[in-house]
């Protein structure tokens, strides 16, 4: 099982800009052939510090964190629908105040320990608490609780929360991790393999400066055929396109360089492995609202106002793309402030 990452934007952050924007995928014709047995081998720009789910939202740690670690619920991948992960099925109160998530059974860590719901409501509640980049997702998230006799999570909301779960399928959202083993390491939780214990499809087995391997957790709950990952950490741009032309590379994506995605286009190697089409993708400005002058709802509009969009797509994706602005846009369902 291989797994692509989907992000939600921070609740509560300014969206002032969003594009459609062309996204290049593509795959090393070896890997279309790929057996039981090969690994998949990809890259990373930068080097690879802490993998802990609640530390960071850079889209490459969360690559990582998916395979490593198992959500309480996730996406589909390449949809934005949320699919069953750790809890098997769910089920919303009435009133929408109260979801309450059956936990699947037998489920293990790397190390063979089985995951507990004191394992998941501990997850949660770190997730929710000081140092957290997800914490403002759980705002409306007034009690986590375990209901043993239903071997299920109880969530209980302040208000109603119409992207709940959208929120805890974000990578790293409601990601499960070990209680004894986040006590027990501290902050060095995440830092080697050994201190890396996920219930996800993947775990580290190795780590160096130059390269980290994944292998295949054979009692992960659904069945899988890629057994090994291999991402190696290669800063230069160039360096990445040599070694994805010389086959020592599976896969590229997001191609930004129009020179480059020219020439792979032509390249009769990879003709039928090119694929190309429209993505979304968002960027955004987060303001401070506590302090001078961005206290002033009429700075941060003026802000937003002040962006030329098209120019946007042209000069910061470097590529063909269509713009569009959200105005007043609020989903049913949140409080009218």
Not at 33 to 61: C, H, Y
Not at 85 to 98: F, Q, R, V, Y
Request: hydrophobic share 40%; aromatic share 10%; with cysteine.
């Amino acid at each position: 099982m291989k797994r692509w990452c989907m992000v939600a934007v921070p609740r509560g952050s300014l969206v002032v800009a969003a594009a459609a924007v062309i996204a290049t995928l593509l795959y090393a014709p070896q890997l279309a052939a790929q057996q039981t047995g090969t690994p998949l081998r990809f890259f990373s720009s930068q080097t690879i510090g802490r993998v802990d789910p609640i530390m960071t939202q850079a889209n490459f740690l969360q690559i990582l964190s998916n395979q490593i670690y198992e959500q309480l619920v996730r996406y589909k991948t390449g949809s934005w629908e949320v699919v069953p992960g750790i809890a098997e099925k769910w089920a919303a109160s009435p009133d929408g105040l109260t979801y309450t998530f059956t936990i699947r059974r037998n489920l293990k860590f790397h190390d063979g320990s089985p995951v507990t719901l004191e394992d998941i409501t501990f997850s949660l509640e770190r997730a929710k608490g000081q140092g957290s980049v997800w914490r403002d997702s759980y705002a409306t998230v007034a009690s986590i609780a375990a209901d043993r006799q239903q071997n299920a999570i109880v969530l209980r909301l302040s208000q109603k929360d119409p992207f709940i779960l959208q929120k805890l399928a974000s990578i790293g959202g409601s990601a499960v991790v070990p209680k004894a083993a986040v006590e027990r390491h501290g902050d060095r939780f995440g830092t080697i393999p050994e201190n890396t214990l996920g219930a996800g499809p993947y775990r580290l087995a190795q780590k160096t400066q130059t390269e980290l391997v994944f292998e295949r957790f054979a009692d992960f709950y659904e069945p899988g055929t890629v057994e090994r990952i291999i991402m190696r950490i290669i800063p230069d741009a160039r360096t990445q396109r040599l070694e994805f032309e010389a086959g020592n590379l599976d896969w590229v994506g997001s191609i930004l360089d129009r020179e480059f995605m020219e020439r792979l286009r032509r390249d009769t190697r990879f003709q039928k492995h090119y694929h190309e089409g429209p993505a979304p993708d968002a960027f955004w400005y987060g303001f401070n609202a506590n302090i001078r002058p961005f206290s002033d709802a009429r700075v941060r509009q003026a802000v937003a106002a002040s962006i030329d969009m098209e120019q946007a797509v042209r000069v910061v994706r470097t590529g063909p793309g269509l713009s569009f602005e959200q105005q007043d846009w609020k989903p049913v369902g949140l409080p009218n402030t």
